[in-house]
């Protein structure tokens, strides 16, 4: 299948809220669903929503999949590795490797082919979560910052609120794919995807974006075949004994047959408010998600689906994409003892979409404010590498 690499750079913080909404809460990555309701925000500006929708959302198999946001070091792509090849069996106590939750794609290309790990050229840096060379600065780090809003029609001031946001080091960003369905589905959607995310990287991703956060440099785009534009020797699989790594959330289709005793995956319960011009603030019907990085074993490829969460006689669907972006690989026990698999995940019933579906899984903008006072905490940076200057 064709795929599209898909690099950006942030020139200034993001804000990558974890999965309680709560502003003190930050995560490093940012889920697919998250992706394919910023792409689908920057279709409805570029015209593309209707046609968009149709090819995804609305689609039993979509033309498209985005695989989650991971960070990424100088050329080094990060991603969760597969639970069956991490922490490597082979490995000594003398550092806890299991609390690498981010590791390089040439350290997983190496294990998946078989080859021994170099634990002498690594450590777990306990500030982001990643696997590092020896010696190397912290990619990221966390930052607060207080801001105390005031009304531009009243003058009202609300109270100051503090959110945390990440703040990347020099030759840091992230990375993530747009997978197409087929080479049809690549001629009609590649110029608009890239389209999308150039407008993206001046509007921003995630949170705080009045704010000026979550913006990039122009996007880097590479062409390749997956999943080999990640992976120099991608693993062989049959039919026997195929797994399947995935990149992304996921929510199982009806027509994926995965066997839910098998395998090992982890579930994120998923929820939020609906952001729409038909209704603001409405609580979203929450969902059972597969985490990146779980390992499904299934008859076929899964797919995945998109899920109508929109709260119970809303205007319009509420769509939250878990197509599957995944890489097979041989199914194998993992090097230590796993808990017991949680039960199978129920597929929610998928609502008929309205004749001309309209965007709600979106982000929008704030209600327009404008900040007083930015009050930046201070701090005493001591590494070397300069961090993105905040844009005050």
Known sequence: ??????????????????????????????????????????????????????????????????????????????????????????????????AAKLIPLSVIDELLSGK???????????????????????????????????DRLTGASTEAYLSGCLEFNQGVGLWLAAVFADDAARARWE???????????????????????????????????????????????????????????????????????????????RSGRVESHAGWGAEKKSLNMVREGGVLVADLPPIGGAVDVAPDGFAHPVWRAGFAVQVPIPWKAPSFQLPLPPAKIEVPRRREPEPEPVLADIYITEPVIVEEANVVEEANIVEQPRYVEEDV
């Open 1 to 98: 299948m064709s795929a599209l690499l898909i690099r950006l750079r942030p020139t200034g913080p993001w804000r990558i809220a974890g999965d309680s909404g709560r502003h003190d809460e930050l995560a490093a990555t940012f889920p697919s669903d998250r992706v394919f309701s910023a792409v689908t925000q920057a279709f409805a500006q570029l015209g593309e929503l209707d046609a968009w929708l149709a090819a995804t959302a609305c689609a039993s198999a979509p033309a498209v999949c985005f695989s989650s946001m991971f960070p990424y070091f100088g050329r080094q792509l990060y991603a969760p590795a597969p639970i069956t090849i991490w922490p490597p069996a082979q490995a000594t106590a003398k550092m806890n490797w299991q």
């Open 191 to 269: 110029t608009p995807v890239k389209a999308a995310f150039r407008l993206l990287a001046d509007t921003g991703f995630g949170g705080e974006r009045a704010r000026g956060w979550g913006r990039s440099e122009s996007p880097e785009f590479q062409h390749g075949q997956w999943p080999n534009l990640i992976l120099d020797n991608p693993p062989e699989t049959t039919d026997a004994n195929a797994a399947y790594w995935l990149l992304s959330a996921f929510v199982p289709a009806p027509t994926d047959s995965v066997d839910w005793k098998s395998g090992f995956y982890e579930l994120k319960r």
């Open 116 to 150: 021994s790990f170099r634990e002498d050229r690594w450590e777990v840096d306990g500030v982001s979560g990643c696997l590092l060379p020896a010696g190397s600065q912290t990619p990221y780090r966390e930052r607060t910052r207080s801001t105390a809003p005031v």
